[in-house]
């Protein structure tokens, strides 16, 4: 099936530095892609829709200048946390969304999830 | 986006035991799927069903689909101390991701 990576996997970095997490879709081209946000023991809280070569959409609540999301290609997206502090510690999960054909159905897909912690 | 249910929120049976959880969701879909998620890990994707499928197998899961009830389950057969985790479903369908509150699974030893 479908792959997609994450990097890092974890990352330990101090109060006030940005952080840049990479999603990829490893062997499909994804137009869309999603990014969210996990707290412990809750489910996956969606945090913004990226599509590729155009702005991010975020859901309510979620400050677009602090998460950034940039969608440069059909493989690559990165989520920037800007100014991290210790609330910004959570899970960070991208999803990737095969490129739309008339005839097949979209299919999504999970990447492996980052743990930030911001000390 | 629209949350599906997945029943039970939680479940604790002995190992070897067959093990069951159940998602809903509320609009038509184009797939299906189960993901896996042991304690501070990532998603892990198990299944993926169409809408046109009725049954999958994969080694000791074993997924139903019904659209006419707009469900879908999850068998794990002979269960093992380290299918302990929570397990989630997730739709997709054109515009919109929907996905469950998850299962938490916990296998007795």
């Known amino acids: 099936g479908a792959v997609v990576s994450q990097h890092p996997s974890w990352v330990i970095c101090k109060s006030g530095t940005s952080v840049k997490i990479e999603c990829r879709s490893l062997d499909f081209q994804a137009t869309t892609m999603f990014w969210y946000r996990q707290f412990p023991k809750q489910s996956l809280m969606l945090m913004a829709t990226s599509n590729e070569g155009s702005k991010a959409t975020y859901e309510q609540g979620v400050e677009k200048d602090k998460f950034l999301i940039n969608h440069a290609s059909l493989t690559l997206s990165t989520l920037t946390v800007t100014s991290a502090h210790p609330e910004d510690s959570s899970f960070y999960i991208c999803?990737?969304?095969?490129?739309?054909?008339?005839?097949?159905?979209?299919?999504?897909?999970f990447g492996p999830g980052t743990r930030l912690t911001v000390t | 986006s629209q949350q599906g249910e997945e029943d039970p929120q939680a479940l604790s049976i002995q190992e070897g035991e067959n093990a069951t959880m159940n998602c809903s969701y509320k609009t038509s879909i184009n797939n299906l799927q189960w993901y896996r998620q042991n304690s501070g890990r990532g998603l892990v994707h198990l299944i993926l069903?169409?809408?046109n499928e009725r049954e999958k197998h994969s080694g000791r899961l074993r997924v139903t689909l019904d659209t006419s009830k707009k469900s879908s389950s999850l068998l794990i057969t002979a269960s093992r101390a380290a299918d302990t985790a929570s397990y989630f479903c997730a739709t997709s369908s054109n515009y919109q991701l929907i996905w469950g509150a998850g299962t938490k699974l916990i296998i007795k030893p």
């Open positions: 069903i169409r809408s």
């Open positions: 999803s990737a969304r095969t490129s739309g054909n008339p005839f097949v159905p979209y299919e999504q897909y």
